[in-house]
T-cell receptor, first 115, second 113 residues
């Protein structure tokens, strides 16, 4: 089974702190994604990466950065956390299958609260 | 650009009722279509998928048929259970370099015993 793991299920930080959210996948997937999920807004793509050291901005990259030093690991960084970054953060990786469809596998999520 | 529209929730049903959650999409090519489910406190899990027109995806009693003529992928279940209470996301993906998936906003489903 594909496993996508995230470093924390729950995290509480203070405004201005630097926050690292880690995501690891064990299926040798090339593409990895970070989303945030908020009530009424669904999932919004923050950043994605299609290879080591490669990154692309998603729909809401402001206030975030990412790091992909190894294929299996994709980190989301909040340089200076703010209260409007309180949210559920979901990591995903994607496997592209030979018969032409792709499926994202999700981690369990990190619920971040910024005080 | 591509988009997914699904019915807003919450949807509240009694146990054993028939469920339909509507989903329509716009896409420039020939996307694959997905339904994901998120149980309380968990991440998203793939529920079912369809890769071409007229395909029917099914899992755990849920079904959805890829209708190209109406650009729809409605989720149905004949008899819901309390354990089906969750948030359901319709999504599409077109194979390209970044393999992004476009999600709908999700529909929260409450099943009453």
């Amino acid at each position: 089974d594909v496993k996508v793991t995230q470093s924390s299920r729950y995290l509480v930080k203070r405004t201005g702190e630097k926050v690292f959210l880690e995501c690891v996948q064990d299926m040798d997937h090339e593409n990895m994604f970070w989303y945030r999920q908020d009530p009424g807004l669904g999932l919004r793509l923050i950043y994605f990466s299609y290879d080591v050291k490669m990154k692309e901005k998603g729909d809401i990259p402001e206030g975030y950065s990412v790091s992909r030093e190894k294929k299996e690991r994709f980190s989301l960084i909040l340089e200076s956390a703010s209260t409007n970054q309180t949210s559920m953060y979901l990591c995903a990786s994607i496997g592209v299958f030979t018969w032409g469809y792709n499926e994202q596998f999700f981690g369990p999520g990190t619920r971040l609260t910024v005080l | 650009g591509d988009s997914v529209t699904q019915m807003e929730g919450p949807v509240t049903l009694s146990e054993e009722a028939f469920l339909t959650i509507n989903c329509t999409y716009t896409a420039t090519g020939y996307p694959s279509l997905f339904w994901y489910v998120q149980y309380p406190g968990e991440g998203l899990q793939l529920l079912l998928k369809a890769t071409k027109a007229d395909d029917k995806g099914s899992n755990k009693g849920f079904e959805a048929t890829y209708r190209k003529e109406t650009t729809s992928f409605h989720l149905e279940k004949g008899s819901v259970q309390v354990s089906d209470s969750a948030v359901y996301f319709c999504a599409l993906s077109e194979l390209n370099r970044d393999d992004k998936i476009i999600f709908g906003k999700g529909t929260r489903l409450h099943i009453l015993p």
